[in-house]
């Protein structure tokens, strides 16, 4: 993990997670404490946290897009936590209309790049694992925000109209090279800095273009994304979400 090269308030409008710098946010000791959180497989072969998704209205992204892959980072040790948050989920779950805004750039990166496939680290984030997050940050109230989204808030993540994702490219079996890996914070990651990063030889154009494929087939189709990390797409503002869908518990 990098050092941050901006203020960390500049990054809170992305994952709404937690982000480190150079010190680990948790300890060892709160790491063990957190655990990842435990589900029960029903008879319906869903996760009891899978059947609570659902019921709130939430659908399984690779049931609802054909041959879209997912990779739930936080569903591994591979992020920045170095812990697994999700336990037993491993789908990915999105509001219905974001899955199908999300069903339509697969469509149109297909049709342009037959190889290439969407993949998915993180959809919807339930509320529950965000307090947990919040509950075991080692840091003051006044604190928690520069790192975790206050769950009494709520991110976009956490209404299920935010999407993580890459291209990865099923003829070769590996991801595009975008330049960074996912959950890097620091300028070669940010789209908003990509001339001068390509200027500094920090990224070359190779890097661009890929990231320019995935934007163009997100955006087309209706979502935005943000100027620090070339993964994250909103499908809606927060106040569109707002108004619209209830925060997944």
């Known amino acids: 993990?990098?050092?941050?090269?901006?203020?960390?308030?500049?990054?809170?409008?992305?994952?709404?997670?937690?982000?480190?710098?150079?010190?680990?946010?948790?300890?060892?000791?709160?790491?063990?404490?957190?655990?990842?959180?435990?589900?029960?497989?029903?008879?319906?072969?869903?996760?009891?946290?899978?059947?609570?998704?659902?019921?709130?209205?939430?659908?399984?992204?690779?049931?609802?897009?054909?041959?879209?892959?997912?990779?739930?980072?936080?569903?591994?040790?591979?992020?920045?936590?170095?812990?697994?948050?999700?336990?037993?989920?491993?789908?990915?779950?999105?509001?219905?209309?974001?899955?199908?805004?999300?069903?339509?750039?697969?469509?149109?990166?297909?049709?342009?790049?037959?190889?290439y496939t969407l993949l998915v680290y993180d959809g919807v984030r339930p509320l529950s694992v965000q307090q947990i997050l919040w509950d075991n940050l080692d840091k003051p109230d006044s604190l928690k925000p520069l790192y975790v989204a206050d769950p009494k808030k709520g991110s976009l993540h956490n209404f299920g109209v935010a999407v993580d994702l890459t291209i990865f490219d099923l003829k070769v079996d590996s991801t595009l090279d975008m330049g960074t890996h996912y959950d890097y914070f620091g300028y070669p990651a940010y789209p908003d800095r990509e001339k001068q990063m390509l200027d500094e030889g920090k990224i070359t154009k190779v890097q661009v273009a890929n990231r320019e494929i995935l934007r163009k087939v997100m955006m087309a189709n209706g979502f935005t994304g943000i100027g620090s990390e070339w993964w994250h797409f909103n499908a809606f503002s927060r106040k569109e979400a707002g108004e619209k869908f209830e925060i997944i518990k």
């Open 1 to 115: 993990m990098s050092r941050f090269y901006i203020p960390l308030f500049l990054l809170l409008a992305a994952c709404g997670t937690a982000r480190k710098s150079d010190q680990e946010v948790f300890s060892e000791q709160q790491r063990e404490e957190l655990g990842p959180v435990k589900d029960i497989e029903l008879e319906s072969g869903k996760t009891e946290l899978e059947e609570k998704l659902v019921a709130q209205g939430l659908v399984n992204v690779e049931e609802a897009i054909s041959g879209i892959k997912v990779e739930l980072r936080y569903s591994t040790t591979d992020n920045f936590f170095g812990q697994d948050v999700y336990g037993d989920l491993t789908k990915a779950y999105l509001q219905p209309q974001v899955a199908e805004r999300l069903k339509n750039a697969q469509q149109m990166l297909k049709s342009q790049f037959p190889d």
